[in-house]
């Protein structure tokens, strides 16, 4: 990740890419080809991801319509990792309520990237949306840096790490202190407090729940890299979103 423009998005602003080269690689797709069904969706069938100049899988903010826009935020769920852009659940969503819309979910991130962005947009971008979406990711994602001067601008996400090393201790003793929960909270208050807008939020089954009344993305497939939720769980999700409000 990096900062683009005050945002911080992926390192990619202005590409489209056929591949992320994470969980949806190329390496893994051709992989895939040969031990899925003939009739897998994916077999013969390829899209690609395009970003913006903050680096998020949107139009521009310049074009968006502000007169008539809603706004989402999360992670790699939301930004629609593995899936087609119509696929995902903020397209459907969008359409299904005759909106424009921004995407602000970056795969990997954590609540403080959400609370930046969502911050920096409020503070930039002065028509409020209609309506904000929130999934909440992972509690214990944080965000680092590395000190070498040559890299000073790129951020990384300290969730992934190997079972006894420093930053694998770090996330025990967060969650065993209470770090991490209390961390969301107050993130969570801040973007509650400087929205002030309607909001909608959104949980992964994969994690732990954030709030009661959260709408659940559930599992009913798989996307192209096999390890995030596929196009009839985001068709489903954007169904109960749809049932749920009034824009």
């Avoid at 899925?36 to 903010?61: A, C, L, M, V």
Wanted: glycine share 6%; aromatic share 14%.
């Amino acid at each position: 990740m990096k900062f683009n423009k005050n945002f911080i998005g992926n390192n990619m602003p202005n590409k489209t890419v056929n591949f992320l080269g994470f969980t949806d690689s190329e390496e893994r797709y051709l992989e895939s080809i040969k031990t899925q069904p003939n009739d897998w969706y994916y077999k013969d069938r390829s899209f690609t991801y395009s970003y913006n100049e903050y680096g998020h899988r949107s139009k521009n903010i310049s074009d968006i319509d502000l007169d008539n826009y809603i706004l989402f935020t999360g992670c790699s769920h939301t930004e629609g990792v593995g899936l087609e852009l119509e696929k995902t659940y903020p397209y459907l969503v969008s359409q299904g309520l005759g909106c424009d819309y921004y995407n602000l979910g970056l795969g990997g991130t954590g609540i403080d990237v959400i609370e930046h962005n969502l911050v920096q947009w409020f503070l930039s971008v002065k028509k409020k949306p209609k309506h904000l979406f929130i999934q909440w990711p992972d509690h214990s994602r944080f965000t680092s840096k590395n000190n070498n001067p040559a890299y000073s601008d790129l951020l990384e996400q300290g969730t992934w790490a190997p079972v006894g090393s420093a930053t694998s201790k770090f996330i025990i003793n967060a969650e065993t202190t209470g770090f991490n929960f209390a961390r969301r909270d107050i993130y969570k208050r801040l973007v509650m407090e400087v929205s002030q807008c309607p909001i909608t939020t959104i949980g992964a089954t994969s994690n732990i729940p954030y709030d009661t009344d959260s709408i659940y993305l559930f599992k009913k497939d798989l996307a192209r890299d096999l390890n995030h939720y596929g196009n009839n769980s985001h068709q489903h999700l954007a169904d109960d979103i749809l049932n749920s409000i009034n824009v």
